[in-house]
């Protein structure tokens, strides 16, 4: 059970890391920071530059690739969650920067705790293993 839990959590971070990054890149929803309309924006809104944006969001993508592929290959769970949970934790921190709203950080936040959550589950089943 616990390794289908973890299955979904992962498949879930994947999905929507992938759709934020590749399919609403430039569309406006209400979780942007700032008043930004599209993911360039959001990005000048906290002060970052263009190149950052790409950096962070090649990161993402990558991590959340990664993670897909881990349910097949548990050697990258780790690494992957790891890297997302502290992209998380800085986007958390960047809308807190500039007086956003709670509800604009709550998707990172649900992905911090799911990618941390899926950290605690694949600790458990490697110690299951090693029992």
Same mark, same amino acid.
């Given at each position: 059970?616990?390794?289908?839990?973890?299955?979904? $959590?992962?498949?879930?971070?994947?999905?929507?890391?992938?759709?934020?990054?590749?399919? #609403?890149?430039? #569309?406006?929803? &209400?979780?942007?920071?700032?008043?930004?309309?599209?993911? &360039? *924006?959001? !990005?000048?809104?906290?002060?970052? *530059?263009? *190149?950052?944006?790409?950096?962070?969001? +090649?990161?993402?993508?990558?991590?959340?690739? $990664?993670?897909?592929?881990? &349910?097949?290959?548990?050697?990258?769970?780790?690494?992957?969650?790891?890297?997302?949970?502290?992209?998380? %934790?800085?986007?958390?921190?960047?809308? !807190?920067? &500039?007086?956003?709203?709670? $509800?604009?950080? %709550?998707? +990172?936040?649900?992905?911090?705790?799911?990618?941390? $959550?899926?950290?605690?589950?694949?600790?458990?089943?490697?110690?299951?293993?090693? *029992?």
């Amino acid at each position: 059970m616990k390794a289908l839990i973890k299955n979904f $959590l992962m498949a879930v971070v994947s999905f929507t890391i992938l759709n934020v990054w590749l399919f #609403r890149f430039n #569309r406006n929803t &209400i979780y942007r920071g700032g008043d930004a309309s599209d993911m &360039i *924006s959001e !990005f000048a809104a906290y002060g970052l *530059s263009t *190149s950052v944006l790409y950096m962070v969001g +090649a990161i993402k993508v990558l991590a959340a690739v $990664l993670l897909l592929v881990g &349910i097949g290959y548990s050697k990258l769970v780790k690494p992957a969650s790891y890297t997302i949970s502290l992209m998380m %934790l800085a986007a958390i921190y960047f809308h !807190f920067s &500039i007086a956003d709203e709670w $509800l604009k950080s %709550l998707p +990172a936040a649900l992905m911090l705790f799911s990618s941390l $959550l899926i950290i605690y589950l694949d600790r458990m089943a490697s110690t299951e293993v090693n *029992s």
